[in-house]
């Protein structure tokens, strides 16, 4: 029987790019002078550092709370030589800009107190040229006793002049980002320990970087058996683009950063309004335009791949760091922004706000996906307060975390289904084209002897109408428009 987290079935989770985030007002780092950063409001550079760090979200937990979070997803923290943090420099070592070992424990204790969780970025597949055994071999060459640690091809090694072969792999052939050898098993043991290391530490899970570039036989499944032995409701969640069948059969993973919900719920509420020259990469593909049908086939689709424990604790999100914002993809188009996010968090799994977006924040592909978190004076607050309700909806509803998906109705861009969980159902509508249109249930359809009341607890739209008989419900919808409405005797 596959197990997975029940927290997580509850959870919504915020990711959380730390040097954007907030910085906080305690000393992050123990050097008697400031580093040198860029500020704040200037604009992005590639590797220039912004200086947000784990204070600073430590800082802004009251505001995580309001708005309804529950769980935090982030980005890589340990020493590292780049803002992003996937070069690892130490896997033991916070990032002294971010505050160091002492601000993570001080993050961890404040969100335990609060009931939420913490999961960190675990880059295990590559390191980066500053990790000590790799620059050993930099230093040594063929006389480093680390060689078999990566794949070292031919002599000598160039790892910064592009104009002479690298000599040794590197993640999708990056020189600062030498691939582990995983069949070593000195190198599978190292990995291991620092997966159980900040588990015991009192980490809540691992987001597990390009997991399938790992080939070593049985890796996932040794480093699942030895962190759930640790504590049995960690979460471990994989970054797979691709289907992701082969790594959720229950030995390895609880669930995927689900960019296959990702993909047909954008194609089908942005539709061709997508801006299509922020896409990078053939992994991610929210296009072309479906329609209802077609968007309920994919969902349905999806639904059946994997184990309906492993569905309740997949990731969900609509973008992420390695994605343009939603906003910038709909090219500023609110109302079928907000449909996708319907969808989003009435959908199985645990939904995902990439940070900032909850305030409007746009952004292109990275790194201008990546832009710090805006002043509140800069805030889109008509476009929190929807966040807000739409994640208190999810707290509210068992039915929105733990029940069966039933897609009732397809036609046009009309598309309704239904969350039901024990005597608790939703039905959730939406019209996701340009169009008024009319999305009509019977009883036959939505398996009852008779139309009960009905009562709506969520609308985009004042303007959509209900009329109801014993014999049907019709719900005439404008365009980009969406519902949730419950049968009026529930409490």
Not at 55 to 65: A, P, T
Not at 166 to 194: C, I, K, S, T
Request: glycine share 8%; aromatic share 12%.
């Amino acid at each position: 029987m596959v197990a997975t987290p029940d927290w997580v079935k509850k959870a919504v989770f915020y990711q959380i790019f730390p040097d954007r985030f907030a910085i906080g007002h305690h000393q992050a780092i123990a050097v008697a002078q400031q580093p040198k950063l860029e500020p704040w409001e200037t604009p992005l550079t590639v590797q220039g550092y912004k200086g947000g760090n784990l204070w600073g979200v430590i800082e802004q937990l009251d505001y995580l709370q309001e708005l309804g979070i529950t769980a935090l997803y982030l980005t890589p923290i340990f020493q590292s030589a780049c803002n992003h943090r996937y070069h690892t420099h130490d896997y033991y070592q916070v990032d002294p800009l971010l505050g160091g070992n002492e601000a993570l424990q001080a993050l961890l204790t404040a969100v335990h107190e609060r009931e939420m969780k913490v999961v960190l970025d675990g880059v295990f597949n590559h390191a980066s040229r500053g990790f000590y055994f790799f620059n050993d071999i930099l230093e040594n060459g063929p006389h480093s006793p680390w060689l078999d640690w990566f794949y070292i091809e031919d002599w000598p090694l160039s790892a910064y002049d592009g104009s002479l072969p690298a000599n040794y792999r590197g993640w999708v052939d990056l020189r600062a980002l030498p691939q582990f050898n995983h069949d070593n098993p000195d190198v599978r043991e190292y990995l291991m320990r620092v997966g159980e290391y900040w588990i015991a530490q009192g980490i809540d899970g691992w987001r597990l970087d390009v997991p399938d570039c790992v080939k070593a036989e049985g890796f996932w499944a040794e480093f699942r058996r030895r962190v759930k032995a640790i504590n049995p409701e960690a979460y471990i969640v994989g970054e797979i683009w691709c289907d992701a069948s082969p790594w959720l059969g229950g030995d390895q993973f609880d669930g995927v950063m689900n960019y296959r919900f990702t993909e047909p719920t954008v194609a089908f509420t942005i539709g061709d309004r997508l801006q299509k020259e922020h896409l990078r990469g053939e992994e991610y593909r929210p296009y072309p335009a479906l329609n209802a049908d077609a968007y309920g086939e994919k969902i349905s689709q999806l639904l059946q791949r994997h184990p309906w424990e492993i569905q309740l604790t997949q990731l969900n999100l609509l973008n992420s760091h390695d994605t343009a914002r939603l906003l910038t993809l709909a090219n500023g188009d609110r109302p079928s922004v907000n449909l996708a996010l319907l969808l989003m968090f009435t959908f199985p799994g645990a939904p995902c706000v990439y940070y900032g977006d909850e305030v409007g924040l746009a952004g292109g592909a990275d790194p201008d996906c990546r832009r710090v978190f805006p002043a509140k004076t800069d805030w889109d607050l008509d476009c929190w307060e929807f966040y807000r309700q739409l994640i208190a909806l999810r707290h509210r509803y068992q039915c929105l975390q733990l029940g069966d998906y039933k897609i009732l109705v397809t036609a046009g861009m009309g598309y309704a289904f239904q969350r039901q969980y024990g005597d608790e159902t939703l039905i959730i509508a939406v019209n996701a084209g340009d169009n008024v249109t009319e999305i009509s249930l019977s009883p036959e359809i939505l398996d009852l002897d008779k139309i009960e009341r009905i009562e709506s607890i969520f609308t985009t739209d004042s303007q959509i109408e209900i009329q109801q008989t014993p014999s049907v419900l019709s719900v005439t919808m404008p365009p980009q428009s969406g519902k949730i409405f419950r049968f009026g005797h529930q409490e």
